[in-house]
Structures are given as structure tokens and as C-alpha cells.
């Protein structure tokens, strides 16, 4: 069973991109932006932006990965010009 390698590096490309947003989500323009003396609920800005920003790009993540195991796998017979083993 192969698999397409276009599909593979897209998966690949994916995984960098959420390592990245991790990072500038816990990186100066961010943290910077919601750091302020203002409260919401009783709660920091900066503490809300935390306890929700962290567990959404988790459940992004998610599902992302149920997405991944949802997709079609590729179940056709040996590609031409393959010789069964």
C-alpha cells in the first residue's frame, strides 16, 4: 500500500504551520498585545487569553487529526508496473 507523497508533504506542511502559531502565540506580539490591566469576568486579559487561546489551537490540533484519519486512504490494487512480492 503506498501512499501519495503530494498528500504526505500537505501533512507535513500542516505540522509546521500549527509549530509555528504555537510559537507566535507565546512569543512578544501576542503575549504583548493581551498583557494589559484589564479584567474581563474578574479574570486578566492576559490569563484568559491563556486558558482559551492554549486548549483552542489543542482542539484545533484535534481535529486536524481526526480529519487525517477520516480521509479516504488509497486501497486501489498494485500501481502499474509493480511485480507482487
Not at 509555528?20 to 479574570?43: C, E, Q, R, S, Y
Amino acid at each position: 500500500m503506498s501512499q501519495d507523497p503530494n498528500q504526505s508533504s500537505h501533512f507535513k506542511e500542516a505540522w509546521v504551520i500549527f509549530f509555528i502559531l504555537g510559537i507566535l502565540m507565546l512569543n512578544f506580539p501576542f503575549i504583548h498585545i493581551f498583557n494589559k490591566n484589564t479584567t474581563v469576568l474578574g479574570f486578566p486579559l492576559l490569563i484568559l487569553y491563556f486558558f482559551i487561546g492554549w486548549p483552542t489551537s489543542i482542539l484545533f490540533i484535534y481535529l486536524f487529526i481526526r480529519k487525517i484519519d477520516s480521509a479516504p486512504k488509497n486501497q486501489s490494487g498494485p500501481e502499474q508496473g509493480d511485480e507482487p512480492e
